[in-house]
């Protein structure tokens, strides 16, 4: 019924940029966090960012503030994560996720997309 469709992942050379969409549809997410995740082979799942539906407040892993921007698109029903200045140790699955506000964990997913940075 809800469905997160993440896009926008590939191959890129240090310090260039992507730009992942996450396209969300079966519910309103009004009352929804919004957040992308990465996990890198051999690592845990870390948390990156996340946008409250209504509010358009955001929140950022220190590890990409300043070179990462979330943002949405009501009209579209999709949540962008704007990557700059991308490095090496950024390559990782990129997940969309979401959450009620209410709710402690995300329980929606994508199904992920893959971004590659080289040296």
């Known amino acids: 019924q809800v469905q997160l469709v993440e896009s926008g992942g590939g191959l890129v050379q240090a310090g260039g940029s992507l730009r992942l969409s996450c396209a969300a549809s079966?519910?309103?997410?009004?009352?929804?966090?919004m957040g992308w995740f990465r996990q890198a082979p051999g690592k845990e799942r870390e948390f990156v960012a996340h946008?409250?539906?209504?509010?358009?407040?955001?929140y950022y892993a220190d590890s990409v503030k300043g070179r990462f921007t979330i943002s949405k698109d009501n009209a579209k029903n999709t949540v962008y994560l704007q990557m700059n200045s991308l490095k090496p140790e950024d390559t990782a699955v990129y997940y969309c996720?979401?959450?009620?506000?209410?709710?402690?964990?995300?329980?929606?997913w994508g199904q992920g997309t893959q971004v590659t940075v080289s040296s």
């Open positions: 079966g519910r309103t997410f009004s009352h929804y966090y």
């Open positions: 946008i409250r539906w209504s509010f358009g407040s955001t």
């Open positions: 996720a979401a959450r009620h506000y209410s709710d402690t964990s995300y329980d929606c």
